[in-house]
């Protein structure tokens, strides 16, 4: 007998409902489905996950549904690490590296498969297919992912067989994605972060699949910024909601979504980094920063902010500022090449502009003691940049080595955002300096021979964006 909802206007299922219910569907089986294009590549990354755990059991969650209550959900966004090792997004998945006497690992999924008929769940449950959609069969997942699939409701005495087959062959799982298989397995915390670094480490490096992928998550983005300078003046008339509308009709219509949550900062809401409740006046002699990026079906994210003078004309001091953090930018993006050192754009960025607010007088000089002591920051607030990828802050659980302690290397993908936030109440600036945020972001990959700009097709100098919003404005 299926539950039955509190306060559902059932008050039961008849038998003759649940029998007329569960007969008369046709069979949906597809059996034409190709092997993802992703698949190959997934593969290879399997292979190097799995060199670095020779004879350990990987166990690498998809995640869960999140409630927002009761029985509405968050839309599912599965664990990065398990979408790259895969191509998968299924939710109540799991990849498994099961390890072999050589050293190697034979891989397989667990999936939720499709409803059965033969009882009411199928059209009673709210999370249901006949509710939320059809999922693949488990054959169907098979012939897309090229992984054997299994049903992921018998996943613990799957596992607890497998342990059982193979006592020696410790267990890891990567932690804080699915509670339940996490229960299900015995395993030690120390180890399966250990797990969780390795799967972003291998993130580090896109493959040329990946890098086709951000460069489409980029070009979306690109369109998505045309949309709302397009739309300033609807947006001067009403609100920063506006924008974040336009920018958001463009990542559903080319993407998935949008890759996080986009910050349309107007006015004096440009200082406030992290600016999302996007409810703010969008007013002419203002500026507008907006951050925001496109994420593709397959879960890729852009990160690109431009800094607009609503108006289409920046003040002499919002250009002066402007041109501090473009010319920051420009040293952080000439560092940008294989071999150099993780932080040297970084600090290439934050030395110049440590060197502007001693110039300006607002932080005490010479520039380098201001700069060895960190003075920059009451105004620069953020690095100035981190690896993007499945995640806006890719690969953030990697090893420290491998990433701002490391060495950039051809297929990073990396943004360069510098930036000088003159908070509204800083009693340390002029007054006419307080209020003016400006930030500039674009995404970088590193190549052979130095770098590509994915986001080059939108204007960046102070004189280009002017010339971009006068052709709006005309
Ligand atoms: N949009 C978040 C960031 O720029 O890091
Ligand atoms: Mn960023
Ligand atoms: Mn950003």
């Known amino acids: ?85 895969t191509g998968d997004q299924a939710r109540d998945g799991a990849l498994v590296l099961e390890p072999r006497a050589d050293g190697g690992h034979d ?9 059965s008929r033969d009882d009411d769940e199928f059209w009673t449950g709210s999370h249901a297919e006949l509710w939320t959609g059809r999922r693949r069969s488990l054959a169907e997942s098979e012939r897309v992912l090229g992984l054997p699939c299994r049903d992921v409701r018998t996943a613990a005495a799957d596992l607890a067989a497998a342990r059982t087959k193979n006592p020696g062959a410790a267990t890891r799982i990567v932690r804080g994605v699915d509670p339940a298989l996490e229960a299900a397995v015995a395993t030690d915390e120390e180890r399966d972060a250990e797990l969780e670094a390795a799967l972003s480490d291998l993130r580090t490096v896109k493959d040329s699949w990946e890098l086709a992928e951000l460069r489409k ?37 080319e993407g998935n979504a949008v890759g996080y949550g986009t910050i349309c900062a107007a006015g004096e809401h440009a200082t406030i980094m992290h600016w999302q409740d ?75 502009l440590a060197a502007r607010l001693v110039d300006w007088g607002f932080i005490e000089g010479p520039a380098e003691r201001a700069y060895e002591l960190g003075l920059q920051r009451r105004f620069t607030m953020a690095g100035t940049g981190h690896m993007l990828g499945l995640d806006v802050h890719d690969c953030a659980q990697a090893r420290t080595e ?20 003159f908070q509204a109440d800083d009693l340390t600036v002029p007054e006419e300096w307080r209020g003016i945020g400006v930030r500039i972001e674009d995404d970088l990959v590193v190549t052979e021979d130095g770098h590509e700009n994915l986001s080059a097709g939108l204007p960046r100098s102070a004189d280009e964006v002017e010339a971009w919003m006068a052709r709006f404005a005309g």
């Open 278 to 352: 996007n409810d703010g006046p969008v007013r002419p002699g203002d500026l507008l920063l907006l951050d925001a990026g496109v994420e593709t079906h397959t879960l890729y994210t852009a990160d690109v902010t431009r800094t607009l003078p609503i108006s289409g004309t920046f003040t002499p001091l919002q250009r002066e500022v402007y041109d501090a953090v473009y010319a920051a930018q420009e040293a952080g993006i000439a560092a940008v090449k294989p071999g150099a050192a993780y932080r040297d754009f970084h600090e290439a960025a934050q030395r110049y």
């Open 402 to 421: 491998e990433y701002v302690d490391g060495v950039l290397m051809p297929g990073m993908c990396l943004t360069v955002e510098p930036g000088l936030y």
């Open 217 to 253: 998550a980029v070009d979306s983005t690109v369109r998505g910024f045309t949309d709302v300078v397009g739309e300033l003046s609807r947006a001067i008339a009403s609100s920063e909601r506006w924008i974040e509308g336009s920018f958001f009709r463009r990542a559903r219509l």
């Open 107 to 115: 891989a397989y999924c667990f999936q939720l498969p499709r409803d």
């Open 1 to 85: 007998m299926a539950k039955r909802r509190k306060n559902g206007l059932y008050s039961g299922i008849s038998e003759e409902l649940s029998a007329l219910m569960r007969t008369g569907w046709a069979d949906t089986e597809q059996h034409d489905l190709e092997l993802a294009e992703q698949a190959p590549y997934a593969a290879v990354r399997r292979a190097a996950l799995s060199a670095r755990f020779p004879g350990e059991r990987l166990v690498v969650p998809s995640g869960n549904l999140k409630v927002r209550s009761n029985d509405d959900t968050y839309p599912f966004r599965p664990y990065s690490g398990y979408v790259h090792m």
